[in-house]
């Protein structure tokens, strides 16, 4: 609108720089030709023509003739281009102040929320440094309990504070930040150490092992968090009676059940998704992030009502 309303501007002014033009015909700006009368032609009025802008007037004479004012199409360009270029300074100066404010308002109205994020953090490290202290209490009483007498309530109570065990070392995860991979770890002996504890909750899923020994350098707290989480998952969402084969070959660890499947496979890396009920959405995530710190690729292909492999490419 203001380059519109600018542009009339300067074809009035021009105009009427013409109309003084034809008084005394002495500005240099404009040139001059007659032109037999045509009643087409308003008097007194701009038009856009090859030669630049024109306007026409009454000649002083009484003949059927009138005055055709011309200015330069190239003088009119270059006027035109000046004052572009005064728009797009002027648009700038604009854009940077009207910036300014934006993100003024932003950081004001993102504070709020930046402060409830850090009150989350800080309760969130509360919250596992007091779960851990009641998963530990429970089984080393358990433990002391077998002492007395073997008993299955007993075992269940350490399946069930292991299991507590395991969610707090997931939410220690949960932002990891810098991992030592300098420790001798020994894939095959976590695999084993986690499938003795699944067989105990899942009885009858299956476990097939084609495994070999596998010796890396990394984090073991690490590694076995990725693999507590995956051989979990491929538990938790099996079918009754299913499979969870497990192979290792060369630096590759596969994990493959025989499960409902994952709908989103692009989705499950992210925080908080999850396809069902159950579960926090974060197991996978953690994972995702973990493999990314460690260097480990990791890959899954699912299908529904048919199963999920998990591929881990350890460095």
């Known amino acids: 609108m203001y380059h519109e309303d600018k542009v009339k501007d300067i074809k009035q002014n021009i105009l009427y720089q013409m109309k003084d033009y034809?008084?005394?015909?002495?500005?240099?700006?404009?040139?001059?030709d007659i032109i037999e009368n045509d009643t087409n032609k308003q008097l007194f009025k701009i038009y856009d023509c090859k030669e630049g802008l024109c306007a026409y007037?009454?000649?002083?004479?009484?003949?059927?003739y009138l005055l055709k004012v011309v200015y330069d199409k190239k003088k009119y360009e270059k006027l035109y281009n000046e004052f572009l270029i005064k728009i797009f300074k002027?648009?700038?100066?604009?854009?940077?102040?009207?910036l300014i404010i934006s993100l003024g308002f932003a950081i004001y109205s993102l504070r709020p929320m930046k402060e409830a994020l850090h009150l989350l953090e800080d309760f969130l490290k509360d919250l596992i440094h007091d779960l851990?202290?009641?998963?530990?209490?429970?089984?080393?009483n358990s433990?002391?309990?077998?002492?007395?007498?073997?008993?299955?309530?007993?075992?269940?109570?350490e399946l069930s504070a292991k299991t507590i065990s395991s969610l707090y070392k997931n939410l220690e995860l949960i932002t990891p930040n810098s991992i030592t991979k300098d420790e001798s770890v020994f894939v095959e002996e976590l695999i084993n150490k986690k499938i003795e504890v699944l067989h105990k909750i899942y009885p009858n899923i299956e476990f097939?092992?084609?495994?070999?020994?596998?010796?890396?350098?990394?984090?073991?707290?690490?590694?076995?968090?990725?693999i507590d989480n995956i051989l979990t998952n491929a538990c938790k969402y099996n079918k009754k009676k299913g499979q969870v084969i497990i192979s290792i070959k060369?630096?590759?660890?596969?994990i493959k059940?025989?499960?409902i499947g994952i709908k989103n496979t692009k989705k499950v890396f992210q925080r908080y998704y999850k396809e069902n009920e159950t579960g926090l959405g974060i197991g996978l995530s953690i994972v995702k992030q973990l493999c990314d710190t460690l260097d480990i690729k990791i890959s899954i292909k699912s299908k529904e009502a048919e199963g999920t492999q998990v591929k881990l490419v350890f460095p």
């Open 22 to 32: 034809t008084f005394d015909f002495k500005n240099k700006m404009f040139s001059l």
């Open 143 to 157: 433990r002391l309990l077998r002492k007395r007498g073997d008993f299955e309530e007993i075992e269940r109570i």
């Open 250 to 254: 060369n630096q590759t660890l596969i």
């Open 57 to 64: 007037f009454e000649a002083p004479s009484t003949g059927p």
């Open 90 to 98: 002027f648009s700038i100066v604009i854009f940077f102040l009207l």
């Open 208 to 226: 097939i092992k084609n495994l070999k020994n596998l010796e890396i350098k990394n984090n073991t707290n690490a590694v076995e968090r990725i």
């Open 132 to 140: 851990n202290t009641p998963a530990t209490s429970i089984l080393l």
């Open 257 to 259: 059940d025989t499960g």
